[in-house]
T-cell receptor, first 110, second 120 residues
Framework: EDKVVQSPLSLVVHEGDTVTLNCSYEVTNFRSLLWYKQEKKAPTFLFMLTSSGIEKKSGRLSSILDKKELSSILNITATQTGDSAIYLCAVGAAGNKLTFGGGTRVLVKP | EAGVAQSPRYKIIEKRQSVAFWCNPISGHATLYWYQQILGQGPKLLIQFQNNGVVDDSQLPKDRFSAERLKGVDSTLKIQPAKLEDSAVYLC??????????????????FGQGTRLTVV
């Protein structure tokens, strides 16, 4: 059975801090790793990673995949209160199968 | 481009009643997913369709849950009878179809706004 584990479960930081979120996986027929941000109900897409060692960036967010370690990290620099959300990691497998981790809840305090 | 549409947004029912959720995916998306997200947990896949065929329903509680995707477009998810532990957000998502030469590639899934179900 495919498995995706995220850590930490939750964290509280202050504006301006840097946050690092972890995602590890055990998946058959791995194809991609995806990060989503969930503020209310609908997760919104952040990144899709398919190649090891290549960093993807979008503003203050960045992510990298390590296929050897079966893991990925998501970094958020200079955090703002608007970054408060649940961050979900998902792994895509053959046949468009998509398995999610439990999420990391991030709270950014002013 | 219109996103994934879901209805209703909220539903409160008593246990043992039935309920149905509707999803209209992004036009042209072949893959449709239904996820259940219990408070404090990540989304759990209930069923995945590729066009109108079921790809994976291994985690669907088939004694009470059913889903269909007629004509490979809209989908409905039904719970009958509902239990207290079915209280959750039900998320529908869709992703691009893959052509034969790209079948080793995945694409991101786009989510609807979800339906928050409360069973009392």
């Amino acid at each position: 059975e495919d498995k995706v584990v995220q850590s930490p479960l939750s964290l509280v930081v202050h504006e301006g801090d840097t946050v690092t979120l972890n995602c590890s996986y055990e998946v058959t027929n791995f194809r991609s790793l995806l990060w989503y941000k969930q503020e209310k109900k609908a997760p919104t897409f952040l990144f899709m990673l398919t190649s090891s060692g290549i960093e993807k960036k979008s503003g203050r967010l960045s992510s990298i995949l390590d296929k050897k370690e079966l893991s990925s990290i998501l970094n958020i620099t200079a955090t703002q209160t608007g970054d408060s959300a649940i961050y979900l990691c998902a792994v895509g497998a053959a046949g468009n199968k998509l398995t999610f981790g439990g999420g990391t809840r991030v709270l950014v305090k002013p | 481009e219109a996103g994934v549409a879901q209805s209703p947004r909220y539903k409160i029912i008593e246990k043992r009643q039935s309920v149905a959720f509707w999803c209209n995916p992004i036009s042209g998306h072949a893959t449709l997913y239904w996820y259940q997200q219990i408070l404090g947990q990540g989304p759990k896949l209930l069923i995945q369709f590729q066009n109108n065929g079921v790809v994976d329903d291994s985690q669907l509680p088939k004694d009470r849950f059913s889903a269909e995707r007629l004509k490979g477009v809209d989908s409905t998810l039904k719970i009958q009878p509902a239990k207290l532990e079915d209280s959750a957000v039900y998320l529908c998502a869709s992703s691009f179809p893959f052509v034969r030469r790209d079948r080793d590639k995945n694409t991101e899934a786009f989510f609807g706004q979800g339906t928050r179900l409360t069973v009392v």
